[in-house]
């Protein structure tokens, strides 16, 4: 009888996928050790202010984006955008996705990467402002799909991901908090469409919208009490 294999620690498991991608873009030209930069990004991703912007978000949206690979024209770019998009990230400040680009833009030509490769993970992580990619924005609709599909979770894993996203704005008092939140919860209702992928269209739309629509319907309430 053979002992069955230990499952891979999540964190070396975030280290192995970082190699494999950035060496997919370096397309075997010789560069530096990509460690050190893994160990960079998973440190901004370890900070202490984070709640729901963690780890396990990043490892959440790169498993999205395996599954909606066929409809990226770059996936390798979509997968090292999801390193960046949330690689800065101070709750009480508004200028995170843009840091987090300027970071891409200085890490990625230091780790071997190409100009064309970096300026479009750049891109990409500046699109998670709006999330709302243009029409054919092939690698943009994966990104901003796989970032947004935490809203079709199961009631229970949407109340989690609701409440720590209030442990990051723990700062802020719970009038000012339920405002933000309705307004940022109005404003994804508003769009025409929350997924962009077919894959996201047909598995995460409906599920993510109830999800919103019920936390918004919540969020009257509390404010109602007060």
Not at 38 to 47: H, K, P
Not at 158 to 177: C, H, I, M, N, T
Not at 198 to 221: C, F
Request: aromatic share 6%; charged share 25%.
């Amino acid at each position: 009888m053979t002992d069955s294999p230990r499952p891979r620690d999540p964190r070396t498991a975030l280290v192995d996928r970082w190699r494999d991608t950035l060496l997919a873009t370096r397309s075997g030209a010789p560069g530096p050790d990509p460690l050190p930069y893994a160990e960079n990004l998973l440190a901004r991703w370890d900070e202490p202010q984070r709640h729901y912007h963690t780890t396990a978000h990043l490892t959440a949206v790169l498993d999205r984006i395996d599954t909606l690979a066929p409809y990226a024209a770059d996936v390798h770019a979509v997968r090292l955008a999801a390193w960046f998009h949330d690689a800065v990230y101070r709750p009480d400040r508004t200028e995170n996705e843009e840091r987090s680009a300027a970071l891409a833009e200085r890490a990625l030509p230091e780790a071997g990467v190409g100009e064309a490769v970096t300026a479009e993970v750049a891109r990409l992580v500046r699109l998670t402002v709006t999330h709302d990619p243009a029409e054919g924005d092939g690698n943009g609709e994966v990104l901003c799909d796989a970032d947004l599909a935490v809203l079709a979770g199961s009631p229970q894993e949407y109340a989690a991901y609701a409440a720590q996203v209030r442990e990051e704005y723990g700062f802020l008092p719970d009038e000012a908090f339920l405002a933000g939140r309705a307004a940022m919860l109005r404003q994804l209702l508003a769009l025409p469409r929350l997924f962009r992928t077919p894959h996201g269209a047909a598995e995460w739309e409906a599920r993510a919208r109830h999800n919103l629509a019920t936390e918004l319907e919540l969020l009257g309430s509390s404010s109602d009490l007060r």
